[in-house]
């Protein structure tokens, strides 16, 4: 990653700003935080907090997924979000296209995940070490030898999408670390943060963001 990170340089995209929140559309080959190094220093936070100096981090998405992250503009709402994330109260939508066709239309993953330390950044499954993690699923459509599938998370573990899909021997398309042959031949990783459902900081009302995947 470290040779070939050229991120796209596009403008921010504002989905929803206030004085307590800022949520965006983050590019597909962009960190949300920096790396280690210099090289590695261009990311949506600094983006972000070159145009809202206040800005702070709540979560991150992995660099080769789009889609909707939410900052905080104040240490009170940075609390309050991350205490969401942490309570797993905020429900978080995601489409990706995958490789092949599921047999059945809806199911739900449940297997527990841990570094593959001789391969990271790699995630596996591991039922003796792992973390716990939950992926319900759902397909929308396919075309035969590709499916469209929208998920919900109920952890947030590393990589945990990528791998629950291949687990169920459907890889995201276009992973350069899961997936393998045609399935990776595609111009990025299928992956998309499609809606974030939280509640403001100030005031507790529900909110939901939502950004249209790009592919």
Known sequence: MDETYAPPQTPLTVLHEDAEVLLVDKPAGLLSVPGKGPHLADCLLARVQAMFADALLVH??????????????????????????????????????????????????????????????????????????????????????????????????????RVHMLALGHPILGDPFYATGPARDYPRLMLHSEELRFKHPQGGRSMKVRATAPF
């Open 60 to 161: 991150r998405l992995d660099r080769d997924t789009s889609g909707v992250m939410i900052f905080a503009l104040t240490p009170h709402a940075q609390r309050h979000l991350g205490l969401q994330f942490e309570k797993r109260m905020t429900r978080k939508t995601y489409v990706a296209r995958i490789w092949g066709v599921p047999c059945e239309k809806t199911g739900t993953v449940d297997l527990p995940l841990i570094v593959d330390w001789p391969n990271r950044p790699r995630q596996m499954v591991c039922h003796e070490t792992g973390k716990s993690a939950q992926t319900e699923w759902r397909v929308v459509k396919d075309d035969g030898q590709t499916a469209r599938v929208r998920l919900h998370p109920y952890t947030g573990r590393s990589h945990q999408l």
